[in-house]
T-cell receptor, first 114, second 113 residues
Framework: QKEVEQDPGPLSVPEGAIVSLNCTYS??????FMWYRQYSRKGPELLMY????GNKEDGRFTAQVDKSSKYISLFIRDSQPSDSATYLC??????????????FGKGTKLSVIP | ETGVTQTPRHLVMGMTNKKSLKCEQH?????MYWYKQSAKKPLELMFV???????ENNSVPSRFSPECPNSSHLFLHLHTLQPEDSALYLC????????????FGPGTRLTVT
């Protein structure tokens, strides 16, 4: 079983739809949870991060973490064509060497159709 | 320049060449990272530097050699690469070694012929 599972999509939605992106994980030591957005030919851009179970909201984006189920989600409200990108989940645990290693999902490619 | 910059953006090299990738962060961060991104695979962490000291080497072949002369600059020296090393190489930095907030550069698209 891979440490982080993420449906690669592609996911295509009409403009204005609510988008739900999900990741599951197996390592209960993960402490920080992040979502990155990556546009074509660009590096990943940090969207949101959290370290506790529950919801965190930032504008049209809501990150949700359920540590008991080992499940994280990113919701995008009122999706826009500019949200079309690949979304990567990432999570980190203490690697025991004074630093935390990020483990990424494969990414979900999202297209928002005008 | 702001954020994390990488040069060159594109590189084509033969298997016998030696080249270097450069990364510079303008964020005052203390940790820097090299990642490899291949199609249909998750991002793979290669090296971690905290306060200029290498703290992680994720079983990366010796044909990849990192160098961190100071907390703002990171290099990846390449020699005798293989075609399967073709990928997007990403540099990232974070404020602390906790690595929970990592900021990425645009990457270098490497093609090995």
């Amino acid at each position: 079983q891979k440490e982080v599972e993420q449906d690669p999509g592609p996911l295509s939605v009409p403009e204005g739809a609510i988008v739900s992106l999900n990741c599951t994980y197996s390592n209960s030591a993960f402490q920080y949870f992040m979502w990155y957005r990556q546009y074509s030919r660009k590096g990943p851009e940090l969207l949101m991060y959290t370290y506790s179970s529950g919801n965190k909201e930032d504008g049209r984006f809501t990150a949700q973490v359920d540590k008991s189920s080992k499940y994280i989600s990113l919701f995008i409200r009122d999706s826009q064509p500019s949200d079309s990108a690949t979304y990567l989940c990432a999570m980190s645990a203490d690697s025991g060497a004074g630093s935390y290693q990020l483990t990424f999902g494969k990414g979900t490619k999202l297209s928002v159709i005008p | 320049e702001t954020g994390v910059t990488q040069t060159p953006r594109h590189l084509v090299m033969g298997m016998t060449n030696k080249k270097s990738l450069k990364c510079e962060q303008h964020l005052g961060h203390n940790a820097m990272y090299w990642y490899k991104q291949s199609a249909k695979k998750p991002l793979e962490l290669m090296f971690v530097y905290n306060f200029k000291e290498q703290t992680e080497n994720n079983s990366v072949p010796s044909r990849f050699s990192p160098e961190c002369p100071n907390s703002s600059h990171l290099f990846l020296h390449l020699h005798t690469l293989q075609p399967e090393d073709s990928a997007l190489y990403l540099c990232a930095s974070s404020p602390t070694p906790a690595g929970d907030e990592q900021y990425f550069g645009p990457g270098t698209r490497l093609t090995v012929t």
